[in-house]
């Protein structure tokens, strides 16, 4: 399982995301994720946004790089691990 973060700089709740995405990453040394900056990555970002530009976005791929799911915006820590634990072995 991996998790795409798409986000910017100028985005008010990708800076909110920002340290809960740290605290979860330092508690599961396990969990590979990946930034993706929105204005650097415009072509890649688009792939998971679709018609949709809004970030901040999660994407939850298992092991195959296939799309288990997405939330958008600003999501709590108990969410994101709940996510994290359903998807863990997938």
């Known amino acids: 399982m991996k998790v ?3 986000g ?3 985005c008010s709740d990708c800076v909110i995301m920002r340290p809960r995405w740290q605290e979860i990453e330092k508690e599961n040394p396990w969990l590979k994720t990946e930034y993706l900056e929105y204005d650097d990555n415009k072509a890649e970002a688009d792939k998971y946004l679709g018609e949709a530009k809004d970030i901040p976005l999660f994407v939850f791929l298992d092991k195959d790089g296939m799309v288990l799911e997405k939330l958008r915006g600003t999501v709590s820590k108990e969410i994101l691990l709940e996510k994290i634990n359903t998807y863990k072995n997938k």
């Open 8 to 10: 910017a700089v100028w």
């Open 4 to 6: 795409i973060k798409i």
